[in-house]
């Protein structure tokens, strides 16, 4: 069975620096995708990032960014110029060509201003 | 933009009561899921659907059931509710990979289920 691990349950920032929240994934598939999910406190599941497993680029919306390291299987976030708005739980999310989402137990982030 | 929608924000039921949890999209997916969230475990999924009338039990289906007669709503029951099952539940919808360039899950906004 595929699995999703964040192993930071909480993380904090400086506003306007800049964090790095860390996930890594089990499988034996080629072809997948991945994906980084925000929850803020009005429990709304946002999509923050997405990634192609056959895109060898990292995938980057404005202040946030991937660094998706395949052989590895690992899928970081990292966001720049962290804001207030940022402070969220983070789930980083696997899936399949098949019908499944994989999501890891989640990064609670915390933007200190 | 596509929406999901849970029909209660916040639901209290009594030990033993039969409970319905009912999601509808709007963006003619495919894919319906439910999980369940609790603190430290995220999300595991409790049932998905591929199609009308077609289910598949995810990782913790015990205590319930699903049920998808049109494609747009997919209902979750607890046929005896329990305290053990008091918890934060979502849904989401998705198109199926090779569909399209959207293949991100859509989530509803989470019913939080308390048992007495």
């Known amino acids: 069975a595929q699995t999703v691990t964040q192993s930071q349950p909480e993380m904090s920032v400086q506003e306007a620096e800049t964090v790095t929240l860390s996930c890594t994934y089990d499988t034996s598939e080629s072809d997948y995708y991945l994906f980084w999910y925000k929850q803020p406190p009005s429990r709304q599941m946002i999509l923050v990032i997405r990634q192609e497993a056959y895109k060898q680029q990292n995938a980057t919306e404005n202040r946030f960014s991937v660094n998706f390291q395949k052989a590895a299987k690992s899928f970081s976030l990292k966001i720049s110029d962290s804001q207030l708005g940022d402070a969220a739980m983070y789930f980083c999310a696997y899936r399949r060509t098949g019908n499944q989402f994989y999501f890891g137990t989640g990064t609670s982030l915390t933007v200190i201003p | 933009d596509v929406k999901v929608t849970q029909s209660s924000r916040y639901l209290v039921k009594r030990t033993g009561e039969k409970v319905f949890l009912e999601c509808v999209q709007d963006?003619?997916?495919?894919?319906m899921f439910w999980y369940r969230q609790d603190p430290g475990l995220g999300l595991r999924l409790i049932y998905f659907?591929?199609?009308?009338?077609?289910?598949e039990k995810g990782d913790i289906p015990e205590g319930y059931s699903v049920s998808r007669e049109k494609k747009e709503r997919f209902s979750l029951i607890l046929e005896s509710a329990s305290t053990n099952q008091t918890s934060m539940y979502l849904c989401a919808s998705s198109l199926t990979p090779g569909d399209g360039m959207n293949t991100e899950a859509f989530f509803g906004q989470g019913t939080r289920l308390t048992v007495v």
């Open positions: 963006m003619d997916h495919e894919n």
């Open positions: 659907s591929y199609d009308v009338k077609m289910k």
